[in-house]
């Protein structure tokens, strides 16, 4: 099915045309899609398509949208299209070497937030930091924090020292190429180690939308058979990385509490105040343990 171009081309006309050719596509919110591609290449805002309809949209304006919506239509995320994702209230530049950041990460955010703020000086680890949105906003809401994140990708790592540089922390956080399941860091030497690693199961891998499994890195997502390959030696590496009163916070699939708090439980009294944080759907999300002075 081609886009249907309008006889008139304005902001009224073109949205109308590419909502109506994404709705015949097998994407996530079509209009909205549409919406965020119009405002992308006209530079107008959503007020905008609201209040001025019939502004003219020129050929080449029509023709770099169609493009993009084309793209759309084959599933490619819509991040991925505009560059750019929006996380705790900023924007992140994010690349096919990204994961593109999700709103439930940002209750990491909130929690380092709430332990730390006013506290003093600290520092604290990303462990596959991705685009960088845990570690350059820990430091952007934190001005006494400082952070060391890890990537195994070298493009993802890029793209997050942009990030950190383009929210004014760059001199606040080291950027290391390195596998964050071999042993990084200094035996209690850290404060804080925040992370979103890979949890997705084979099984639930399968499942996931064509928009994911196609365009977002795999490696970013899926760690092993059963998703909980990370957690584990996350965990037993946090306990030798952590300071006394140390705080280990991590994603994972809202499946995996159990598991997860059985191994903190399991590791001889290294681990107090452990817990499982819901994100606002409800779902188990973070793991959260506070290291002991053993």
Request: hydrophobic share 45%.
């Amino acid at each position: 099915m081609a886009i249907a171009r309008p006889a008139q081309l304005t902001i009224r006309t073109i949205t109308t045309a590419f909502s109506e050719y994404l709705s015949g596509k097998a994407v996530d919110s079509p209009r909205l899609s549409a919406d965020l591609l119009c405002m992308h290449i006209l530079g107008a805002s959503r007020l905008d398509l609201l209040t001025d309809p019939h502004r003219p949209v020129t050929e080449d304006q029509w023709a770099a949208i169609a493009e993009l919506v084309e793209r759309r239509g084959k599933g490619e995320p819509v991040a991925y299209l505009l560059g750019s994702r929006e996380f705790y209230g900023r924007d992140f530049a994010v690349s096919p070497a990204t994961l593109i950041p999700r709103p439930e990460t940002e209750h990491i955010i909130e929690e380092v937030v709430r332990r730390f703020a006013g506290k003093g000086p600290f520092l604290f680890a990303d462990l596959g930091t991705g685009t960088g949105c845990i570690a350059t906003t820990i430091a952007a809401e934190l001005p006494d924090a400082m952070g060391i994140a890890v990537d195994i990708s070298p493009d993802a790592l890029a793209i997050a020292a942009t990030n950190a540089a383009a929210h004014g922390v760059r001199d606040r956080l080291a950027f290391v190429n390195a596998d964050f399941m071999t042993p990084l860091f200094q035996n209690r030497s850290l404060h804080c180690i925040a992370t979103n690693p890979p949890y997705i199961s084979e099984a639930e891998y399968a499942e996931l939308s064509h928009e994911v499994r196609e365009f977002e890195p795999r490696t970013a997502l899926v760690p092993g058979t059963t998703g909980l390959e990370h957690a584990a030696a996350l965990i037993r590496n946090a306990e030798n990385w952590l300071k006394p009163d140390g705080i280990f916070i991590m994603e994972m699939g809202y499946t995996q509490a159990a598991p997860n708090l059985s191994h903190l439980q399991s590791r001889e009294g290294k681990w107090r105040d452990e817990k499982i944080i819901s994100d606002l759907a409800g779902l188990d999300r973070m793991t959260f343990a506070v290291r002991t002075s053993q």
